[in-house]
Nanobody
Framework: QVHLVESGGGSVQAGGSLRLSCAGSGYTTVSNYCVGWFRQVPGKEREAVAVMWRHNGSPYLADSAKGRFAISQDNAKNTLYLQMNSLKPEDTAMYYC?????????????????WGQGIQVTVSS
């Protein structure tokens, strides 16, 4: 059972930066996991921001994140990061960390089995 806890959210003005962290536990050493960040605003579906394999593979970034956000991880610390720069008001959302022990790593929320509790990011203009 993978347990995920996000931190680092908050309020920032447009153009500012935030770094989200996701501390994970319960990963098995024999499996690879797809890990990533999703976000959701009320009334809309949860959308992928960035996903990547814990071991090997290139990250996927949503078009809205390219050039501004970066996903990275420190496997020694079991921690996933999302560096968000040049934030815009439309980035305001609840951000979730997710993990899946599957055979594919796709930016689709329905494929992920494990979720953090979410953390709010608010960008003011």
């Amino acid at each position: 059972q993978v347990h995920l806890v996000e931190s680092g959210g908050g309020s920032v003005q447009a153009g500012g930066s935030l770094r989200l962290s996701c501390a994970g536990s319960g990963y098995t050493t024999v499996s690879n996991y797809c890990v990533g960040w999703f976000r959701q605003v009320p009334g809309k579906e949860r959308e992928a921001v960035a996903v990547m394999w814990r071991h090997n593979g290139s990250p996927y970034l949503a078009d809205s994140a390219k050039g501004r956000f970066a996903i990275s991880q420190d496997n020694a610390k079991n921690t996933l990061y999302l560096q968000m720069n040049s934030l815009k008001p439309e980035d305001t959302a609840m951000y979730y960390c997710a993990a899946d022990r599957g055979s594919v790593c796709l930016p689709r929320a329905a494929l992920f089995d494990y979720w953090g509790q979410g953390i709010q990011v608010t960008v003011s203009s």
